[in-house]
C-alpha cells in the first residue's frame, strides 16, 4: 500500500482577517513534493484556515491514490490533537471542518503528528502566497508558486531580517562560504572549526580580542533596554493583564521612580519610546521627567490582547475555558477565548515595530517602555529560542532588560530580568 505524507498550515492576518491555506503531498519514502495545494478563502480566523489545509491537502492526497495511508503533519497542535480524538471540539465552526478531513480517507488510514513550525515551512510558505494573492485580488497559481525554495535562498532571505538569530546564521554561513580555501570544508581559513568561526562572526567587535580576528567593526548597535511597567493591582494577584488600561499601583508609582532614578545615574538613555497604555505611559513619563526627554508612543509595542481572559487567574480561566487554554499553551497560533491575540500574531506585530526602530535609533539607545509579552518575544527572538520559551522566563514588573541591534542583523542580549534597582 502506498503511503504519502501531507504536511498543512493555514493563516489569518488579523484573525479573523483575510486568510489562505496551504498544502503539499510528499512520497513518504523519498519526501518529494508530488502536489502542492493553496487558496486565499476570505476573512477567517488561523484555525479555520489550519483545518480548510488539512481538508485540501487529505483530497490532493486521495487523487493521487485512493488507497494510501497517509500521515498528516501540522505545525497546530489543536488541529493535530483534536482529529486524534485526544481533545474534545467544542468549537462550532471546527465540528463541521473536522468531520469533513474524517470522511476523506476510512477510518485508521490517517494518522497525524505536531511538528514545529521551523519544520513546516513548504506549506507555510503556501498559505503566506494564497494570502498575498488575495490581497491583489488574484487566486494562487502553482506556476507562481516559491515555495520550492533552495535551502540557500531562504538562508538569502533569512539574512534580510533584522535582529533574529536566523539572520546571524546565515549571515555567518555566508561569511564561512566567502572565505578563500573554504568550499566544501569544515574549518575555516585558520584551520579552526567551523561552527567556532560561525559562532565568532555573530559576536559584537567590542568583544574583540586581540589576534582573534573577530572582523570588521560595524559601529555602534542600536540598543533596546527594555521596561516592564511597574506594579497595577492586577500584577500581585497574578491576572492576565493584556488591553486594560490599568494604571499604575502606588507600589508601582514607587517602582517607577526608582527605575527612573538608576537609568538617571546611568545616563545612557538617548530616547524614550513607550507602549500607549496607561500603565506604561505611566512609567516612561517619570523616567523622562528624570532625563528631561520626551515620550514617543508607538502602537506595536501593546500587550496582548487576552480577550476574554482579561483580569482573571490563571485557575480562572482554567475553570472556564479549559480547552481554549490548553489549544494556548500548546501552540502559538491558538487564541485566547473571545478573539484575543495569538502569540504568533503578536510576535509578527513586535517584530515589525522592532525593524523599525532599529532603523530610526541606529547608533543610539532607547528606552522601549512595553509589557510582558512584547518583552520576552524580543529577546525570543534575538536568541532563536522557540515560542515556548515565552513560558520558561521569568519578568518581574519594574524589570530592566537590554537587547543590541547590529546593522549586520545581529542581535546580542545583554541583559535580562535585573531588579537591582527595587532592592
Known amino acids: ?73 501540522m505545525d497546530s497542535k489543536l488541529v493535530v490533537e483534536q482529529m486524534s ?39 507555510d510558505r503556501l498559505a503566506n502566497e494564497a494570502m498575498d494573492a488575495g490581497r491583489r485580488g488574484e487566486q494562487w497559481e502553482p506556476s507562481a508558486s516559491s515555495a520550492a525554495l533552495s535551502s540557500s535562498a531562504e538562508d538569502v532571505r533569512a539574512a534580510r531580517v533584522v535582529g533574529d538569530a536566523a539572520a546571524g546564521a546565515a549571515k555567518a554561513r555566508a561569511a564561512l562560504a566567502s572565505r578563500p580555501g573554504n568550499a566544501g570544508s569544515e574549518t575555516g581559513g585558520s584551520g579552526a572549526p567551523a561552527r567556532a568561526v560561525a559562532a565568532q562572526a555573530t559576536l559584537p567587535k ?33 491576572r492576565f493583564s493584556g488591553s486594560g488600561d490599568h494604571e499604575l499601583s502606588e507600589v508601582g508609582r514607587r517602582q517607577a521612580e526608582a527605575v527612573a532614578a538608576a537609568l538617571a545615574a546611568r545616563g545612557t538613555i538617548q530616547a ?30 501593546r500587550e496582548t490582547d487576552f480577550g476574554a481572559w482579561e483580569g482573571l487567574t490563571f485557575a480562572e480561566v482554567r475553570e472556564r475555558y479549559g480547552d481554549d487554554l490548553d489549544a494556548w499553551l500548546a501552540s502559538p497560533k491558538a487564541e485566547p477565548t473571545g478573539g484575543g491575540e495569538s502569540f504568533a500574531t503578536v510576535a509578527r506585530r513586535v517584530a515589525a515595530t522592532r525593524d523599525r526602530l532599529v532603523r530610526e535609533y541606529q547608533g543610539r539607545t532607547v528606552l522601549v517602555v512595553t509589557h510582558v509579552t512584547p518583552i520576552k518575544t524580543l529577546v525570543r527572538l534575538a536568541i532563536g529560542a522557540p515560542p515556548e520559551s515565552l513560558f520558561r522566563m521569568e519578568l518581574s514588573a519594574a524589570s530592566v532588560s537590554a537587547v543590541a541591534y547590529y546593522a549586520d542583523g545581529n542581535a546580542s542580549l545583554r541583559l535580562l530580568n535585573d531588579t537591582s534597582h527595587l532592592r
Open 85 to 123: 480524538g485526544r481533545w474534545k471540539i467544542k468549537h462550532p465552526d471546527m465540528k463541521p471542518l473536522a468531520a469533513e478531513a474524517a470522511g476523506i480517507f476510512p477510518s485508521g488510514r490517517v494518522t497525524y503528528e505536531w511538528i514545529p513550525r521551523e519544520r513546516n515551512k513548504h506549506a
Open 272 to 301: 524614550i519610546v513607550s507602549s500607549p497604555l496607561k500603565r506604561c505611559r505611566q512609567t516612561a513619563e517619570a523616567v523622562a521627567t528624570r532625563l528631561g526627554l520626551d515620550v514617543r508612543i508607538d502602537e506595536g509595542l
Open 1 to 73: 500500500m502506498r503511503e504519502l505524507v501531507v504536511e498543512a498550515d493555514g493563516g489569518s492576518r488579523g484573525n479573523p482577517g483575510p486568510a489562505g491555506y496551504g498544502a503539499v503531498v510528499r512520497d513518504a519514502s523519498s519526501g518529494e513534493p508530488l502536489v502542492e495545494r493553496a487558496e486565499y478563502i476570505g476573512v477567517a480566523t488561523n484555525n479555520v484556515a489550519e483545518y480548510r489545509g488539512l481538508i485540501a491537502g487529505l483530497r490532493a492526497a486521495r487523487e493521487l491514490d485512493p488507497d494510501a495511508r497517509v500521515h498528516a503533519r
Open 206 to 238: 567590542s568583544t574583540e580580542v586581540e589576534g582573534a580576528g573577530w572582523g570588521p567593526d560595524l559601529g555602534p548597535p542600536a540598543t533596546f533596554v527594555l521596561l516592564r511597567h511597574g506594579e497595577t493591582a492586577l500584577t500581585p494577584e497574578k
